[in-house]
């Protein structure tokens, strides 16, 4: 039989094809129907263009089932109010993306050293008055602490990452009450969160302030793991926190160089030490910052960055043009990995259990 909906599926497939990856029903039944987050609305089965699924009342309530054979046309996954799958629902207002290094990279950057490269050109250039980055607490090696930067050098002795929840609010205020006016912060999604607000929300401190900013750079984050956990899981595998010179996250990972050598971890098997605010988190690359920074989605050596707002690809070009950063535009298959990470991070929470 064909109609005008059988017409509509037929272009629906033509467009995921072309546009997105396609999920088989499979992976619905996965993370939704059997996770306990299917609503029973049956638009999965209703819309299903092969007629393989049926609405199963056996146990008492509707289970989308698999009764025929899925086509994998992706419409099922693609139609569900459960599923993250849009680039948008997923990753925010991407205006353009890019992968990016620094001319002149630091040795100590995570990547490719595009976010301390940036954040000095602000400062050389007089964009802004200080950025606050944050840095191992001299006392306690790996435990951040904000800091203030008033200068490309100062900025410098932060590139790297620590994979720790970091305080970088008390920065931030710390920043305007020496008197600063415009200002740079660095953050994962939750904090860069925080200071999003303070700067655009109507009871936020910053957005009191005439003429004051806060311009966001916001690095991807899956997972970020407590500090005495972390010392103790490192200190069972005969790995004092003192000596590790580097610590690593991509790919599945944990690699840390440490004064001995080099090891490395599934991030499983650090589950237990995550920070347990990570479980209710679906922002993987803050999608309220000026500009998103990770590496998955571009070669070792270099940075991805999502540019999210005009201040923040304003930003961007000035420094590709004062040749900070070398920049190439990121191609399909690699924003594509970074759907895909964010996706992950969107329905890992569906696996806490409310019942
Ligand atoms: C907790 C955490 C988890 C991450 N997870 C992922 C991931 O899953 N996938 C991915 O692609 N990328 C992830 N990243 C981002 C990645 O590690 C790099 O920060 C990013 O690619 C930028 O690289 P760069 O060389 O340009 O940065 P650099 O030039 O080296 O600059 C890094 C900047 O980050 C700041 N910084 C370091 N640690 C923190 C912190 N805890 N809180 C706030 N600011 C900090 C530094 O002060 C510095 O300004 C994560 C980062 C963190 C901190």
Redesign the pocket.
Known sequence: MTGPLEDSYTKIQEWLKENTKRFAFKKLEREIVTSGVCVECGACVENCPADALTGDYSSGKYVPTLTGKCIACGICYANCPRTYFYRDTLLGNVRSAWKARAVDR?ES?????????I?SNMLNTGRIDAAV???GDPDKPWM?IAKIAGSAKE?AK?????????P?VQGVVQAFKEGAKKIAV???SC?VDAVHNMEASPSGPIKGIKGAEAIQFG??????YDYPGLTKFLADKGVDIKDVKRFA??GGKMVVEHSAGEAEWKVGELEEFSSSSCAYCHDMNSKNADIS????GSDEGW??LLLMTERGEKIFKQAVKAKVIEAEPIDEKAIRAVDN?ARFKAARWYKMKAH
């Open positions: 630091n950057a995570q990547d490719g050293g595009a976010v301390t490269a954040l980055v944050v840095q951040p900025v932060s590139s790297g990452s620590i994979y720790t929840h970091a970088i660095v953050g994962t904090n690095l991807f984050c899956t997972k970020s996250i991509a920074c990770g590496n998955v940075t991805t990470l």
